[in-house]
């Protein structure tokens, strides 16, 4: 029967959302062995020099091929932003103990981002 495993189960649709198909691992371990390093190594190398060996022979890439390399390797190295919803206030509407609450709450995120804050929830 067309779509049923030996057991007549019916198959998922599709591979595994995420799985590699064997075409592109065995790609990424070839250039892995050719080169000596993983693809996205390989992209963020070619960006960031005006040359590379490959196979015992120097290449040079243009301008256009080191941004398009950059480009590709991004997502490697650096999350992409997440848009942020603001909410607007009128400071005249505003109480004096609100305007100390809303100043606390900047005071803790400015400390987490600079990384002065404690594991310890009293301080």
């Given amino acids: 029967m067309k779509g049923r495993s030996k057991n007549n189960r019916k198959r ?3 591979r595994p959302k995420g799985s ?3 075409f592109s691992q065995k790609s990424a371990e070839n250039l892995a062995k050719k080169v000596g390093m993983l693809p996205h190594e390989f992209l963020a190398e070619l960006a960031l020099s005006h040359s590379i060996k490959i196979d015992r022979e120097e290449i040079k890439p243009t301008l256009n091929q080191r941004v398009n390399a950059a480009k590709a390797a991004a997502p490697y190295y650096a999350p992409k932003l ?3 919803t603001l909410k607007e206030v009128d400071p005249r509407e505003m109480s004096q103990e609100m305007i100390l609450d809303e100043l606390k709450e900047m ?3 400015l400390r987490k981002l600079l990384g002065e804050i404690s594991s310890d929830p009293a301080s």
């Fill in 12 to 14: 998922p649709p599709g």
């Fill in 20 to 22: 590699k198909n064997r």
């Fill in 82 to 84: 997440h848009s942020v």
């Fill in 107 to 109: 005071q803790i995120e």
